[in-house]
C-alpha cells in the first residue's frame, strides 16, 4: 500500500520569503511523485515530478522538490515567494503496477504582503 | 491544443436522482482517471480506463457509481440515487498513456440536496 503525508495544513509566508511544503511517502515499491497545484475553483496543475531520474526535480513557477529515499521525502521549496504562489498544494504518489494517484491532504499556501 | 473539458461544470441535484457526469480527455490520450474531491475525504481515486483494458474500478465507493469509455474517448460517470454524501467536486484526468503525466480537468462540482 502506498500512502502520502503534508506536514500542515496550512502554511503562511511572507512575499520574498522561503516557500516550504513537506511531504513524506510510503510506498513499497519505488514511487513516481508528483506536486500539483490547484487554484480556487480550478483543476489541478502539475508542479513537478519525480521518476526515477534527477533526484532534485525542478518545476515551473521556481518551484524545486529533492527526493530524499533515506528520509522518504519529497519536499517542494522555492527561494522566493511571490502573491501568486497563493493555492493549495497536494502531493501525490504513484508507482508501476498502480497508476491512479495517491494523493495527500493538501496544504493550503498563503502569501503575505 | 485544448485540455481536458468537463461537463456541466456545477450541478445541483435532489436526492435519490441519478447524474451523468461527462469527461472530454485530450485527444491521443488513452488513458482515463476519474478523481473525486470532498472535504471529508479529500482527492480520493475512483476509475481508470486504459486503452481497450479492464478498467480499475477499485475506487469506486458503492455500486451506484459507474462509468463507461466510448470508443476510447469520451467518459461518463454516472451516480445512480445520489445521497448527500456524493457532494463533491469530481475531477478527470487524462494521460497520453499509463506512464505518462496526468493532466486534470476543471471539474463537476456536484451539490445534492
Known amino acids: 500500500a502506498q500512502s502520502v503525508t503534508q506536514l500542515g495544513s496550512h502554511v503562511s509566508v511572507s512575499e520574498g520569503a522561503l516557500v516550504l511544503l513537506r511531504c513524506n511517502y510510503s510506498?513499497?515499491?519505488?514511487?513516481?511523485l508528483f506536486w500539483y497545484v490547484q487554484y480556487p475553483n480550478q483543476g489541478l496543475q502539475l508542479l513537478l515530478k519525480y521518476t526515477s531520474a534527477a533526484t532534485l526535480v525542478k518545476g515551473i513557477n521556481g518551484f524545486e522538490a529533492e527526493f530524499k529515499k533515506s528520509e522518504t521525502s519529497f519536499h517542494l521549496t522555492k527561494p522566493s515567494a511571490h502573491m501568486s504562489d497563493a493555492a493549495e498544494y497536494f502531493c501525490a504518489v504513484s508507482y508501476t503496477g498502480r497508476r491512479a494517484l495517491t494523493f495527500g491532504s493538501g496544504t493550503r499556501l498563503q502569501v503575505q504582503p | 491544443g485544448a485540455g481536458v473539458s468537463q461537463s456541466p461544470s456545477n450541478k445541483v441535484t435532489e436526492k435519490g436522482k441519478d447524474v451523468e457526469l461527462r469527461c472530454d480527455p485530450i485527444?491521443?490520450?488513452?488513458?482515463l482517471y476519474w478523481y473525486r474531491q470532498s472535504l471529508g475525504q479529500g482527492l480520493e481515486f475512483l476509475i481508470y480506463f486504459q486503452g481497450n483494458s479492464a478498467p480499475d474500478k477499485s475506487g469506486l465507493p458503492s455500486d451506484r457509481f459507474s462509468a463507461e469509455r466510448t470508443g476510447g474517448s469520451v467518459s461518463t460517470l454516472t451516480i445512480q440515487r445520489t445521497q448527500q454524501e456524493d457532494s463533491a467536486v469530481y475531477l478527470c484526468?487524462?494521460?497520453?498513456?499509463?506512464?505518462?503525466?496526468?493532466?486534470f480537468g476543471p471539474g463537476t462540482r456536484l451539490l445534492v440536496l
Open positions: 485527444s491521443g490520450h488513452t488513458a
Open positions: 484526468a487524462s494521460s497520453f498513456d499509463a506512464q505518462e503525466t496526468q493532466y
Open positions: 510506498s513499497s515499491v519505488p514511487p513516481y
